[in-house]
């Protein structure tokens, strides 16, 4: 009876936790201060401003700020107001549920002002818009598994070894099959895969390394709740997954930083980033012992009893 009720309660726990952290992100997105830029003359400026909502963070700026603002994704939008004419320029680079927003509000503001609306901008294809997530999913889930395979078959040695060896298989299956999907990237984007592999491989290895299989726990969880999250700008989610899940995970750096070097953006922060969770899996590496099964002799009790003429497992070797 207790067996029961305890698999039961923690069946219906871990239930309510992962529909916390995954489908509570999307149940839960709504547009708050979402940065956009106008660029139009004085009078029609006055009306923009006062379009200005808490869903929305308008600056009317001139056109070489509001470009600069659009080519740094300051801003996800700039709508440019011409006698006769409105402009809505977006950037490939900014996340696609950035610029879906922008697109739509922009919209609405030149067709208040009863103006006819063209986009000036680069249409991703939808292999290109799901690349960035997916890349980044898919170099995790490789290592993820490639980790839990060496405790499974209880390899003891060149941990490290196997670690980076995945890092580099998986980033060439994955750029190959993002290639096979009409997506290619250049040597620097292709440098920067292998970097995320690489220290993702190395941070998985460390985990199993001292949790052994119990490292499953995290890193799956990771991977569940990590592509809901990082699949949203910051602007459309609830403040609690922004501070708690959004801030940190390393999806969200892997993919900005892959989607801005697929329109030759630059990256900076995400080589700090990736750099840091490769050290931190090498210390993990070399420091202390691995992980120890639950029985230090290793020897699994069948739970034959004596009454049926059998011994019962020892915990000695025989020689």
Request: hydrophobic residues 55%.
């Amino acid at each position: 009876m207790r067996t029961a009720l305890v698999t039961a309660v923690a069946g219906a726990a871990v239930a309510f936790l992962l529909g916390l952290l995954t489908f509570g992100v999307q149940a839960t997105v709504h547009p708050h201060d979402v940065p956009l830029a106008v660029v139009a003359p004085p009078p029609i400026a006055e009306k923009v401003r006062s379009a200005d909502s808490a869903e929305v963070d308008i600056r009317v700026v001139s056109a070489d700020e509001a470009r600069n603002l659009l080519a740094d994704k300051e801003v996800y939008g700039v709508l440019e107001i011409a006698p006769g004419q409105a402009t809505i320029r977006l950037n490939p680079a900014v996340n696609p549920s950035g610029t879906q927003v922008a697109q739509q509000v922009l919209t609405g503001v030149a067709q208040g002002a009863g103006l006819p609306v063209r986009i000036d901008a680069q249409a991703p294809t939808a292999a290109e818009r799901t690349a960035p997530l997916a890349a980044s999913a898919l170099l995790w889930v490789g290592g993820m598994i490639a980790g839990l395979l060496f405790v499974v078959l209880k390899g003891s040695r060149l941990r490290w070894l196997s670690a980076l060896t995945t890092a580099v298989l998986v980033t060439g299956s994955t750029a190959g099959l993002l290639a096979w999907w009409g997506v290619t990237f250049d040597a620097e984007a292709l440098t920067f895969l292998l970097a995320v592999a690489v220290s993702f491989a190395l941070l998985q290895a460390g985990l199993f390394k001292h949790l052994g299989i119990r490292a499953m726990g995290i890193l799956g969880l990771l991977y569940l709740m990590a592509p809901a999250v990082a699949g949203q700008v910051p602007e459309l989610l609830n403040p609690a997954y922004k501070a708690v899940l959004w801030s940190w995970t390393p999806f969200r750096f892997s993919a900005e930083g892959l989607r801005s070097l697929m329109y030759d953006g630059s990256v900076s922060t995400e080589w700090w980033v990736f750099g840091g969770l490769a050290l931190v899996g090498l210390v993990l590496l070399l420091a202390g012992k691995k992980a120890q099964p639950d029985r230090a002799d290793g020897v699994v009790d069948v739970g034959v009893d004596e009454t049926d003429g059998l011994p019962r497992a020892e915990h000695q070797h025989t020689a």
